[in-house]
């Protein structure tokens, strides 16, 4: 199978090339030359497949066996989700106050987010091609909250990879962050970038126009693995069919999947797999407040609004860069008429599509928007009739069954959620009027990323305050640390300008808090 962009520039190339480049030449995003159909007859084949079975053979389809055998990718299946910590890598829960409704649990991955579903696999399959080519790529990724955190675990320590990580300060949660510059590897570089007024879109931006210059991309060996990366969409496919195949009763009965949606990344997935033949009845767009996706699917009109910050963050994007790679699908690979659109949106801010094609694109396809009291709102009342607690994002899916459910019929529903509360603690007690943490908001990966093993190198830490902090680990080597305190900080194996710092090594608060500094 090749692949081409889908603005229509340069030549197709194979999955190999597809994968290491990212983006197209010409600025496009991949797609293949057509799409693979599966018959119910596969689908009743598939019934009771493992999700590492399944994945196995849903990639099968996309990509040729003289670019990866048969043991090649089952080998790369297995190393990518051998470190999630549930068995089934996505398990689901039954709802006992809806009717039907399931919760898929997408974040039982390293760092607690769906983005691990797609970017576990994405990153072993681009250091594979890179090994066998003997070749070295940096991968630059923007982020607006778990992005980041899932590309810089999952390339850490890669040889054959760097990772230069963008996030806008401030406008993401605290243990989002921590994931992301808390790892002890020289190859992962994340930088907090200030005054991002469209938050991560302004990023997307800056890393577009590096991969439109072809001489500074090819000179420095630039590649991604965010959602516009092929690769990412294709891993993505397969949590629907496996959705699909483990709640539906028999091959063939409709169900509704929610998704929390913001870069149209997850709900492109879900599209491509309903065009192969996954017989969903409904894919319901769920918006927060940057209801970008929303206008498209109910006013028919492309454009970018000022962003608002809402605690579903993730999803704070005003640019579905994805829809224009679902969209060449709905108009018949019409690359001239995806090229128009994409440089007119480029130019005026604005899109508004015709009457054929909003019947296309919208086939299959319901959007609502949620604010952030309908999302808090969700949280709280599903957690007090049966405390079961959901993220922000999850809620945002959540509140739009409860917003369409006179709309949705009486086929059973697919929730996505895409993250862990514990990843949202300060969103999570507003729940309880204690303020304290539900145990199911707590994660021991979040605890631990804390400052253990901080790479604070060349950083200026004048006047910052670690107190009471674990810095046991971390390299504050070269790091400006005039009036720097210290008070009750635990130093152990910390590589500080004045050398090792052993003296916090086993001992307890009280005893670091009397400790001379």
Partial sequence: MLYRSNKGGGKAVNFEQAILDGYAPDGGLYVPESLPKISTSELEKWKNLSYKKLAFNILSMFIDRNIISSDELETLINKAYDTFEHEDVIPFHKLKSYKDTYIMELFYGPTLS????????????????????????????????????????????????????????????????????????????????YNCPEGGDDLDVAITQLYNNKDFKKKLRLSSVNSLNWGRIMMQTVHYFYGYLKISKSIG????????????????????????GLPVKKLIVANNKNECLNRIFTNGIFSKKPIHETISSAIDILVPINFWRYLYFCVNGDVKKIKGWMNQFEKTGQVEFDSETKKSYREGFLSVSVNDIETISTIKSL????????????????????KL?????EEPIVCLATAHPAKFPNIIKKINKNKSLPKAAIHSSIENAKLKNANFRNANLEHARFTSADLTGADLTGARVDNIVLIGTRLCKTKTPWGEDNSGCGKNIMELLLLPH
């Fill in 114 to 193: 769906f983005k691990d579903v797609g970017m576990s696999f994405l990153v072993n399959l681009v250091n594979f091609f890179l090994k066998k080519r003997k070749k070295h790529l940096s991968i630059i990724v923007a982020t607006t909250g778990d992005t980041g955190p899932a590309a810089a675990h999952f390339i850490a320590g890669k040889s054959n990879l760097d990772g230069w990580i963008l996030y806008p300060k401030g406008l993401i949660t605290k243990e989002q962050e921590r994931q992301m510059t808390t790892l002890p590897h020289d190859n992962i570089h994340s930088v907090g970038v």
């Fill in 253 to 276: 009965q409709p169900i509704n999947m929610v998704v929390p949606s913001g870069g149209f990344g997850n709900l492109c997935a879900g599209g491509l797999a309903k065009k192969m």
């Fill in 405 to 409: 459910k006179d709309k949705l019929g």
């Fill in 383 to 402: 957690y007090e009739k049966e405390k079961y607690l959901l993220d922000p994002h999850g809620a945002v899916a959540m509140s739009g069954v409860n």
